[in-house]
C-alpha cells in the first residue's frame, strides 16, 4: 500500500497544507508507511457491531438551550487576531 | 528539603505556619531558574502572578482556612488555556497566542489555592511521544539528560521528577500521561473519558482527550484529582455523576481483590521488563489479592485503530487554526487559499501536518468506510473485551511501556517505531478507562512504569491499589541523581 506523489498532493490541498519540495518526499513515504500500517484494519474481522458512537456506555452528547450565556469578549478575543480593523477580522480580498 | 515533600505534608507545613506559600513558591521558582535550563521542561515561567497567588493564600491560610492544595505549587502543561498568559501548545502556531479565558482545569486547581510556577514543554499539539516535535526543542529526562521523557507530556513528567513543583498537569490521548510518568519514573494519573472537563484544553482527539495528574505518588494524584474532577456544563462530553473522596479510598486493604494479567500484554515483553510486573505482583498477592488470566483478543488492532480514529479528529480539531482569528499567519498572502495554506504549512510542524494528512486521507471520500468506520468498529470490539474482562477481574495490570526512555533523536525519522511506543496505553484511550502508571523499578538503570487499568469511573479503586502497593515499596521515592538538593 503506497501513496503516489500526487496523491499526497491532493491531500495536502484538501487540508489546505502547502507541503515544500524538500517535505514532499518525506510525507510521500511516511504517510504509505501509515497507510500500510492501518490498513491491517481494513483486513481484520471486526465482525458484526455497530461503531462506536461514545466512549461510555449509554452516554450521548449533552445540548443546551439556544441562549446567551457569554458577555461581548469580541475586543479580548480578536487582540489575538493577525489583522483586525473595526472589529472585523481583515483577510485577502475574496470577491473580485 | 522542600521539594522531596509529598504533597500533604507540604499542606501540613503550610497549615502549621512552619511554612509559607510564598517561601515554597520562591523554593521552586529557584530550583526552576536553576534547573530548568538543562532540561528545557518550562516553556513560560509566570514568578510575578505566582508570589501573588502565594500571597493570596498566605492570606487565605491566616484567615483559617484549610484546604488540601491551598498554597501549594504547581505547574500546567502548556495545553490548557491559561487568562493573560501565552498557551503555545508546543506550536509555532500558537506562539504569539494569550489565552483570553481559564480551562475549567486552571480554574478550578486556582480556587482550590494552587499556585500556577509557569507552563510545560510538550510535544506539538500534544502529537507525539518524545517530546520532540516541540516548536520549543525536546524536554531532556531527568535521569539521563541525552535520552527523552516521553510525550507528549514531557514538560510536566520531567518537571515533577525533578522536583521543578509537587504537581503537574498533563493531558492523556493515547498515554500521553502514563508514558512520560513511566519513563521519569512519576506516578501520573488518567481518569475516565468525562471525569475532568476539556474546556479550554486545546483539542487533539475529542473522543480520546482527557486531562489527568502528574504527582510523585497515588496519594498526591488522589488529592489533585479531588480538586480536577467533576462536571462541568461547558464541556458537553464532561459527566454529571458525584465525585466520591478519593483520598478516604487509598486505604482500603486489598484482600481477594482481582487483578486481571492480560496474555496480549505479557506476550513478547521483554524479560527485563517482565520481572520488574513480576516482582509488582509479589506485592499485590501478598497483600491478598488474587491473579487471573485474561485476554483481549481485539487489543492488538488498537494501535492502528488509534491511528485512524486521532489523525481523523485532529484534521477536523485543528481546522481552526486558519491565520485568519488567532495564530500564525504567513506573510504577504496572495489570495486567501494561499492564506490559509502556507499559515498552516509554516505554522505546522512536521509530525502535525502528518497526523493532519493522515487525517484527511481516512475521511476522504472512498477510504471512509474501509478505515474510519472501520476503526469505530473495532474501537467497540475493544471496549466490549475490556467490559468482558472486567466481569471477572476489578482492575487489570501490566506494563506502561515496552521499553524504558531512549535516546533523543533515536525514532525521529521513523514514525511507526513512535507510534509503537504506545502499544500498551492506547487501549483505555478507545475505551475511555481510567489508568495510571506508577514507577517499579528500573531496566539499564532507567525508571519502567506498572499501568493499571480500570472499569470507567473506578479512578478510587486503581488509587487505593497504587497506594497500597507505594506503601510497601519506595520507587516512587528515589530522585534522580543531580536533583536532589
Given at each position: 500500500m503506497s501513496l503516489t506523489r500526487q496523491e499526497v498532493e491532493k491531500i495536502a490541498h484538501l487540508a489546505r497544507l502547502s507541503i515544500t519540495e524538500q517535505e514532499m518526499p518525506v510525507y510521500v513515504s511516511s504517510l504509505s508507511a501509515i497507510v500500510a500500517f492501518v490498513d491491517e484494519l481494513s483486513r481484520a474481522d471486526v465482525g458484526d457491531v455497530a461503531p462506536?458512537?461514545?466512549?461510555?456506555?449509554g452516554q450521548t452528547q449533552r445540548l443546551r438551550p439556544d441562549v446567551v450565556t457569554d458577555s461581548d469578549c469580541h475586543e479580548k478575543y480578536q487582540a489575538n487576531a493577525p489583522q483586525v480593523q473595526a472589529g472585523l477580522y481583515v483577510v485577502p480580498r475574496v470577491i473580485e | 528539603m522542600l521539594h522531596n515533600l509529598f504533597i500533604g505534608e507540604l499542606a501540613d507545613l503550610l497549615a502549621r505556619r512552619q511554612v509559607s506559600s510564598v517561601e515554597l513558591t520562591r523554593h521552586f521558582l529557584e530550583r526552576i531558574v536553576r534547573l530548568n535550563p538543562g532540561l528545557n521542561a518550562l516553556v513560560t515561567l509566570t514568578g510575578d502572578s505566582a508570589l501573588a497567588a502565594a500571597a493570596a493564600a498566605d492570606a487565605r491560610i491566616g484567615a483559617g482556612e484549610s484546604a488540601p492544595l491551598l498554597g501549594i505549587p504547581l505547574i500546567h502543561k502548556d495545553i490548557f488555556c491559561t487568562d493573560g498568559v501565552r498557551t503555545s501548545c508546543g506550536s509555532r502556531m500558537l506562539d504569539n497566542f494569550v489565552a483570553p479565558y481559564d480551562a475549567t482545569v486552571v480554574e478550578r486547581l486556582r480556587s482550590a489555592g494552587g499556585v500556577m510556577l509557569g507552563k510545560a514543554n510538550m510535544d506539538e499539539f500534544a502529537m507525539g511521544s518524545s517530546n520532540e516535535t516541540s516548536y520549543y526543542g525536546p524536554v531532556r529526562n531527568p535521569w539521563d539528560t541525552t535520552r527523552v521523557p516521553g510525550g507528549s507530556s514531557g514538560g510536566s513528567a520531567a518537571a515533577t521528577a525533578a522536583r521543578l513543583a509537587p504537581f503537574a498537569t498533563g493531558t492523556d490521548t493515547g498515554g500521553s500521561i502514563r508514558q512520560p510518568a513511566a519513563l521519569t519514573g512519576v506516578t501520573g494519573f488518567k481518569p475516565t473519558y468525562g471525569r475532568v472537563s476539556r474546556y479550554g484544553m486545546i483539542a487533539f482527539a475529542s473522543s480520546l482527550d482527557q486531562a489527568g495528574v502528574f504527582a510523585r505518588s497515588a496519594a498526591d494524584v488522589a488529592l489533585v484529582l479531588q480538586a480536577m474532577a467533576g462536571f462541568d456544563?461547558?464541556?458537553?462530553?464532561?459527566?454529571n455523576q458525584p465525585v466520591p473522596d478519593y483520598h478516604a479510598a487509598l486505604q482500603h486493604p486489598l484482600a481477594g481483590l482481582r487483578i486481571g494479567l492480560l496474555k496480549e500484554f505479557f506476550e513478547g515483553l521483554e524479560p527485563r521488563a517482565a520481572a520488574l510486573i513480576e516482582d509488582a505482583l509479589k506485592v499485590y498477592r501478598s497483600a491478598g489479592a488474587v491473579t487471573v488470566d485474561v485476554s483481549l483478543p481485539s487489543l492488538p488492532l488498537s494501535v492502528p485503530t488509534y491511528y485512524v480514529v486521532a489523525p481523523a479528529e485532529c484534521s477536523s480539531n485543528l481546522s481552526r487554526f486558519d491565520g485568519v482569528r488567532f495564530g500564525y499567519r504567513c506573510e504577504a498572502p496572495k489570495d486567501l487559499l494561499d492564506l490559509y495554506k502556507r499559515s498552516r504549512g509554516e505554522g505546522f510542524g512536521a509530525e502535525v501536518k502528518r497526523r493532519i494528512m493522515t487525517g484527511t486521507y481516512v475521511l476522504s471520500a472512498g477510504y471512509f468506510d474501509a478505515y474510519y468506520l472501520k476503526a469505530q468498529k473495532a474501537r467497540q470490539r475493544i471496549a466490549d473485551d475490556f467490559r468482558t474482562a472486567f466481569d471477572s477481574v476489578d482492575l487489570v495490570i501490566g506494563p506502561t511501556t515496552p521499553t524504558p526512555a531512549f535516546p533523543i533523536g533515536a525514532k525521529v525519522d521513523d514514525p511507526i517505531t513512535m507510534y509503537l511506543n504506545d502499544i500498551y496505553t492506547i487501549g483505555a484511550n478507545l475505551a475511555g478507562l481510567p489508568a495510571m502508571s506508577l514507577p517499579c523499578g528500573y531496566v539499564d538503570g532507567l525508571p519502567m512504569g506498572l499501568q493499571l487499568i480500570g472499569p470507567h469511573f473506578a479512578e478510587s479503586a486503581l488509587l487505593n491499589a497504587a497506594h497500597r502497593y507505594q506503601l510497601e515499596t519506595d520507587w516512587h521515592r528515589h530522585v534522580p541523581r543531580g536533583y536532589e538538593s
Open positions: 462506536m458512537a461514545h466512549p461510555l456506555v | 456544563p461547558k464541556d458537553s462530553t464532561s459527566v
